[in-house]
């Protein structure tokens, strides 16, 4: 059924996505770019100027502004990602119904599914580089090399997130499904995933289910990263499920959006 | 006219006098007179942007006129927009139902919108769902009906007041033809029990079909008024042959057949000669050597009446 | 199958403003009776922020100073969330929702092809608004409660203070919708409420912004929470009565150009 290799099929849609970029990107870059920025000066600073700057209860951080960025930054980073692939995918699934449009053509849906996980790449890179380059001049960064990894680290985490919830889109009917991912899972997660304070907080139990969400692992390493207290093996544990879980979530999106276009 | 001040007694419905209406620089509706009397079915024919919606709203007591005068009821609209409008139903030309809603639920919160008791309401949205053929639907999403059952949906609802006067913007625009006539048997039922219909519509055939009388408007003014048969006999002939020619050619054949009819009309697609028997005309025509590819017979429409009074058809 | 109509269901007296309200609720009780995921839902953010914030960062701070008096950070989030989500609630229902039924479904046209007016589908919205925010609250009130993060008596006019600042917010969100021509506007919207919900001495005192505090002391959700710290702290002061009076005056604002824009889009 596939006779378009991978990589060809995935080119071929690249005029489509970067149309639809020129037309769009300028409705989401100001909110994009400012709303992280929020938060940084909110809770980083304003609050954070009333937090004792002790790295012992800061998983190593020295202050609380240094704590609280990484998080933020990986935050951020899971929201681009589910932002492109919940709302749009299902309009071009249901709504205006793109991808049967596309599928008239050679292009099959493993195609689909890779064109859209690139353009998400995409813009999580760019609204990575641009948060990190905001955040630059404020000396947040340990070493160079940590500024750098911290962003790759980003695009891992970001299709960790975007192949999972591609896979979810494909199967939900309704835009309601949304809303209870927003507020019962994409929400919790933000606030409880170790971005705006120690998941040790949060007492044994709860802080071992805070281990177990992708969010935290992405955190956990931007903040290693950033503020230059590396434990390696940890490190590694971090990549390899977020690899793991963005490689299961690849072939269940393949998978469901072959199986509801062909309904 | 009986009784200006109860507005019960009344034996005109509707009436208007020069009346205006005006969007900025857009003068939608230039100066109209108008009566509808009491239990009759009456047409606002024309194209689009004619005028007919700008003028229904006015009618209905949602869109104040620029100028002249209006009457519904024997009542102004401005001044008691509140009472009128309990007393009418109205059918907007694109379906608005409250898609939050399933079915019976837009019938009931719409009857309580009128102040109608909660058990009468009930009673009224079952029997409407009958009268539409729509009970098994009762509690579908308004998004998984069909166009034909939104549009019966929505007469229904405009019917839930037991309104007076019934409103109705385009009815079958956009319906097959199934779902036409089954909207078409509906509204003739209700004429024939005595509502008054005041409708508009692009199509010759529902106009025919529905109306005792009727105006047709034509960039804002009315340009015709009167019976459909009445308006046909005064502005076209009985009969109408169409002959369809070679692409291009219809223009250079039209003056080789124009003494065959009162009158010749060049269509991009076909050639119409208005005669009083269309039949002759069409051998006469291949008596003179003249091949058209297809020819047809028709009865002369208020398609006919349209053109020859605008110069246009209707549907472009 | 009945092919004539017999019954006749009328009446010919036009529902009351007071009716009118109810006619509005009835509607939106209806679609949200089957829609009760999403409202109870809606309860859930503050919490959410209550747990994170007040308590999760509260281990890493010491107690603040509200008005003379040494209090918990918990006990200083916490009125701030229950005037914030009354506040996003109010934002939410009264641009995204009004602003769907508005351009989309054209709930308005239809209703005001019955007896209802423009100012009875505007009190009718915010009414509905009000009835929703304020089952939040009130669940609100009982969490910070069952927390013990309630110090006085006064709390229990925080419920109304909620329904206040909902009020307020409700009828200019609904006022800026009329505004609106395509979703994209709504990202402005989005990025006023952000800076208000996290500046709004929310999350910090406003000491911490020095010389800038005015600006924050005139912002509405400001006003909103000062109003409902000092109502569960107990440590009242004239700011409260600034805030109400605020808070009545932004609302009526609102309620009116609501009124007039609905009648220039709707009635035309």
């Known amino acids: 059924m596939r006779e378009l290799p991978l990589l060809e099929g995935t080119v071929r849609q690249l005029d489509y996505w970067w149309t639809l970029y020129l037309r ?46 990484p998080g933020l930054v990986a935050s951020q980073t899971m929201n681009t990602a589910i932002g492109e692939v919940t709302y749009p995918v299902m309009g071009l699934i249901k709504w205006h119904r793109g991808y049967y449009a596309m599928l008239a053509t050679p292009l099959a849906p493993i195609h689909l599914v890779a064109g859209t996980l690139m353009f998400t790449l995409f813009r999580v890179a760019s ?41 979810f889109s494909a199967r939900v009917r309704t835009d309601e499904a949304y809303g209870v991912l927003f507020r019962l899972v994409v929400f919790p997660l933000f606030l409880f995933s170790g971005a705006f304070f120690p998941i040790d907080n949060l007492g044994p139990v709860l802080s071992w289910a805070a281990r177990l969400t992708p969010l935290w692992h992405g955190v956990d390493l931007s903040r290693m990263l950033m503020v230059n207290v590396i434990d390696w093996r940890l490190a590694l544990v971090h990549v390899a499920v977020l690899t793991v879980l963005m490689a299961a979530g690849w072939f269940l999106s393949v998978r469901a959006l ?3 276009l062909a309904q | ?118 058990a009468d309401v009930k009673a009224r949205a079952h029997e409407l769902l009958e009268f539409v053929q729509l009970t098994d639907k009762a509690d579908s999403r308004i998004d998984s009906l069909s166009g034909g059952m939104k549009r019966r949906l929505t007469i229904a609802r405009s019917l839930i007041n037991s309104p007076d006067l019934l409103l109705l913007d385009e009815p079958t625009t956009g319906l097959d033809p199934q779902a036409r006539h089954v909207v078409w048997d509906r509204l003739f039922r209700l004429k024939q029990q005595g509502v008054t219909l005041v409708l508009t519509t692009h199509y010759m055939d529902e106009a025919e079909q529905l109306c005792d009388r009727l105006v047709v408007m034509d960039k804002g003014r009315i340009v015709a008024e009167g019976s459909p048969l009445a308006l046909i006999a005064e502005h076209s002939t009985r009969e109408v042959a169409e002959l369809r020619f070679g692409v291009g050619e219809h223009e250079g054949t039209a003056a080789r057949v124009s003494d065959l009819g009162e009158r010749v009309e060049v269509l991009p697609d076909r050639l119409l000669v208005y005669a009083e028997d269309g039949e002759e005309v069409v051998t006469k025509v291949h008596e003179r050597g003249l091949s058209p590819v297809a020819t047809l017979v028709r009865r002369s429409t208020l398609e006919d009446v349209f053109l020859r009074l605008t110069g246009r058809t209707l549907v472009d | 199958m009945t092919t004539q109509l017999t019954g006749v269901a009328t009446a010919r007296t036009a529902p009351n403003p007071a009716q009118a309200v109810g006619l509005m609720l009835l509607r939106n009780y209806l679609v949200y009776r089957s829609a009760w995921k999403i409202f109870v839902t809606g309860f859930i ?74 100012g009875d589908v505007a009190r009718g919205e915010i009414a509905w608004g009000l009835v929703r925010g304020g089952v939040y609250s009130a669940a609100f009130i009982v969490v910070m409660l069952v927390m013990g993060l309630i110090s006085s008596w006064w709390a229990v006019l925080a419920l109304p203070a909620a329904l206040l600042i909902g009020f307020a917010f409700s009828a200019v969100g609904m006022a800026l919708t009329t505004y609106m021509r395509t979703w994209q506007d709504f990202e402005k919207v989005t990025l006023l409420q952000l800076p208000l919900f996290l500046f709004s001495a929310t999350f910090f005192p406003i000491s911490a912004l020095g010389g800038w505090s005015w600006l924050i002391e005139i912002s509405p959700l400001y006003r909103g929470v000062v109003l409902c710290r000092e109502l569960t702290t107990g440590a009242l002061s004239q700011a409260s009565v600034i805030s109400v009076v605020y808070l009545v005056v932004m609302g009526l604002i609102g309620l009116v150009v609501v009124r007039r824009r609905l009648s220039l889009l709707l009635l035309k």
């Open chain 1, 24 to 69: 769009t990107w300028r409705g989401g870059v100001v909110s994009s770019f400012l709303t992280p920025l929020f938060y940084v000066v909110a809770i980083g600073v304003l609050l954070g100027g009333f937090i004792e700057g002790d790295p012992a209860q800061l998983n190593g951080a020295s202050s609380y502004l240094l704590f609280v960025v």
């Open chain 3, 45 to 118: 953010e503050p919490v959410l922020y209550l747990f994170s914030i007040g308590i999760g960062v509260g281990e890493l701070i010491d107690t603040f100073e509200f008005n003379g008096r040494a209090i918990p950070y918990a006990e200083f989030v916490a009125p701030a969330m229950l005037a914030a989500s009354a506040m996003n609630g109010a934002i939410y229902s009264s641009t995204f929702n009004v602003f769907f039924k508005l351009k989309f479904d054209k709930l308005y046209d239809q209703i005001l092809a019955t007896p209802l007016s423009t």
């Open chain 1, 258 to 260: 072959t199986e509801r």
């Open chain 2, 1 to 118: 006219m009986v009784n200006e001040a109860s507005g019960e007694s009344v034996e005109l419905m509707i009436s208007a006098r020069g009346l205006t209406k005006t969007f900025g620089e857009v003068e939608a509706v230039r100066g109209i007179d108008v009566d509808v009397r009491r239990a009759e079915a009456f047409g606002f024919l024309g194209p689009n942007g004619a005028g007919k919606s700008s003028t229904m709203r006015m009618i209905a007591a949602v869109s104040p006129p620029t100028g002249g005068t209006l009457e519904i009821f024997g009542l102004d609209p401005t001044a008691h927009g509140a009472g009128i409008r309990a007393r009418l139903g109205v059918c907007p030309q694109q379906d608005s139902l409250d898609t939050e809603l399933n079915v019976f639920d837009n019938l009931y919160i719409y009857g309580r919108y009128f102040g109608i008791p909660r």
């Open chain 1, 127 to 167: 609204t990575t580089a641009v948060f990190l380059l905001v955040l630059a001049p404020f000396g947040l960064f340990a070493t160079w090399w940590g500024a750098v990894l911290t962003f790759l680290v980003q695009l891992l985490l970001g299709m960790a997130f975007a192949t999972v919830i591609f896979a």
